[in-house]
Structures are given as structure tokens and as C-alpha cells.
């Protein structure tokens, strides 16, 4: 019985969650942080340290450019999600640069900012490449 409890609490956050906009996930994440004494970046730490180790001879990748490939079914979002990763958008920039294939979002950004705007698009229900 407490298992079906458990299945509808839960059921109800991811509810709640789902309906959340990115900056209030950001701010939830932030608090979340906060209450728990985590760090939602040190859970992706270990799976880039388990990366092979070995010389495999090519140079390191230093500068990403981060492509919108599709926006997903969440348009708004993701327009609000490209305005918080480059504040200089206007609202009709963001816009037609949401609805234009293949869209460089970020030319030549260091890899934590590339993947920084890689999520916050993919959780605004973008398709995003690093090239």
C-alpha cells in the first residue's frame, strides 16, 4: 500500500514539475541545492571523468558552437530559454531565431558554456547539437 502512496506523491511533483517554466526549474534546482547541501554539477562530474584517459592522439576540442536543430513542441519555452542564454535577444530576435533550422545559438563557446545552453534548451524541449 505505501508503495502506491509513494507512486502517486511522486506522480503529483513530476506533475507539478512538468509544468514548471526553466527559470522557475533553475530556481528549483538553486533551492533545491540549498535545503540538501548538493550540487546538481557534481553529479555530472564522474561520468566526464570516466572518459578513456588514454592519448588517442587528436587535440581537445576548446570551442563549441551550439546548433538549435528543432525546436520541440514547446516554442515558448525555448524562446525564453534563448533569451536567458544571450540577454541581448529581443523578444523578435529570439523568436525567429527559435523558428530558423539549424540555428547557431553559440559560435566558439568554452564547453561549459556550450553545454550550459545545451541544456537549458533541451529542457525547454529543444533538439541541440555541439559541434
Same mark, same amino acid.
Given at each position: 500500500m505505501s %508503495? =502506491?502512496?509513494?507512486?502517486?506523491? &511522486?506522480? @503529483?511533483?513530476? %506533475?507539478?514539475?512538468?509544468? &514548471? #517554466?526553466?527559470?522557475?526549474?533553475a530556481d528549483l534546482v538553486k533551492s533545491l541545492e540549498? @535545503?540538501? +547541501?548538493?550540487?546538481?554539477?557534481?553529479?555530472?562530474?564522474?561520468?566526464? $571523468?570516466s572518459a578513456p584517459s588514454g592519448d588517442s592522439g587528436e587535440p581537445q576540442q576548446d570551442a563549441f558552437d551550439v546548433i538549435l536543430t528543432s525546436t520541440g513542441? !514547446? @516554442? *515558448? +519555452?525555448? *524562446?525564453?530559454?534563448l533569451r536567458e542564454i544571450n540577454p541581448q535577444l529581443g523578444l523578435k530576435e529570439a523568436k525567429d531565431l527559435s523558428e530558423k533550422p539549424g540555428a547557431? *545559438? &553559440? =559560435? +566558439? $563557446? !568554452?564547453? #561549459?558554456?556550450?553545454?550550459?545552453?545545451? $541544456? @537549458?534548451?533541451?529542457a525547454a524541449g529543444a533538439t541541440v547539437e555541439l559541434k
Open positions: %508503495d =502506491n502512496i509513494s507512486s502517486i506523491k &511522486l506522480q @503529483k511533483i513530476i %506533475d507539478a514539475v512538468s509544468e &514548471l #517554466t526553466v527559470v522557475e526549474l540549498e @535545503k540538501f +547541501g548538493v550540487s546538481a554539477s557534481v553529479a555530472a562530474a564522474p561520468a566526464a $571523468a513542441a !514547446n @516554442k *515558448i +519555452g525555448v *524562446i525564453k530559454a547557431e *545559438i &553559440l =559560435n +566558439g $563557446a !568554452n564547453k #561549459t558554456a556550450a553545454e550550459e545552453a545545451k $541544456a @537549458k534548451l533541451v
